[in-house]
């Protein structure tokens, strides 16, 4: 008997399945703030069955903007997120919201001051040049940790997601490759984590058991020079000890291995196709190196399950939520049988927001996404979009995208993944 449509009770929380939409970015957030797009978008994913579904990427503070559609945590924002959990609840799904800080992903024009990260650098996304923090900035992001989640609790979430991979704030500081300090917060891993602990300490202060605690974290950085398994385990470890209650296993690294947190190839074509002209220069960057600067990885089903496992068996006691390459019901009930409680799904449930309902119905069932990674080209600059549903794009992007969909049938096939 398949576990998949059982219930599952963490802290306060009790989801009807085992299911979680992962925070998949929608972009969706005009002004930094809800709008009715993020409101039917979570709706319809509550609908289609899901156990959880996960409001993606908000920012704690506005130094922690990447985007300008992105969600940025603030007091009067409250009533509309109430609304969007209401709904959420309406449908029978618990929500939750991923709260993070982008460190040095960002530029002034969206976050309001000089970017930050744990050390300094350039950042060749926007570009811009990146200061390192200081004692007072990394105070005001603990604190902002904490405020940010007393408003997820005020707004109605059941859970909150930390963002502390993909080479965002969190994990700038985790990765000896961003953090070259040489004060308390840089230096041994121990060392590393602190900043972590702060934020943990900051978030688990706040919640008072009132929420559940999830991490996202990385499994490994996924390039050479960067967090290996060994350490991960150890961060992990650390969360735990934390008072986090749930893991998010994933990994890669935005700024340097960005087609290793979801595979495939890096959507050249969509991503520059909705830039607008007043970046032509960025337009031109990103056509001339984006496939050098984020080369492909190539798509496997379940592709973070090999690791994924490695922390299974370091940590017997915590609760583990696998993601990463579910595509099946098959892939799906495989998950819950190697011992993770509970999964996510970015890709099959934005290709179809029913994907859960439809898993349930019929134990065959397949996603029919096709791992182009157009959704997440256009999400650059708008809204996340599958091609099939997405009104605005044109007869060449529709003809790159079913290129892009032969080329990884190929390489897929060659290597044996299909
Ligand atoms: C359009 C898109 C946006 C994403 N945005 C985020 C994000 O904001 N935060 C995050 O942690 N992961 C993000 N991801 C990664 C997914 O949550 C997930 O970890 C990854 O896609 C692998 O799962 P999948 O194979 O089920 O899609 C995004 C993925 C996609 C496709
Ligand atoms: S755009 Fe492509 S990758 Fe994204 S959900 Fe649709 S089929 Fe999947």
New binding site residues.
Partial sequence: MSELFTPYKIGPLELRNRTIRSAAFEGMCEHNSPSQELFDYHTAVARGGIGMTTVAYAAVCRSGLSFERQLWMRPEIVPDLKKLTDAIHAEGAKASIQLGHCGNMSHRRICGCMPYGASRGFNLYSPTFVHKMNLREIDEVVEAFGKAVELAVESGFDAVEIHAGHGYLISQFLSPYTNHRRDEYGGSLDNRMRFMRRCMESVVKAAKGRVAIFVKMNTRDGFKGGMEVEDSIRVAQELQKCGADALVLSGGFVSKSPMYVMRGQFPVRSIVHYMPWSQWWLKAGVLVGGRIVSPTVPFRKLFFMEDALKFREALPDMPLVYVGGVTTRKDADKVIDSGFQMLQMG?AV??DTDFVNKMKADENHCSE???????IGRMYTLSMA???TCKDITPALERN?QKINRQNERMERRLGYR
């Fill in positions: 890709r934005l290709e996404c096709e791992h182009s990674n157009f959704c599958c091609h099939k995208v």
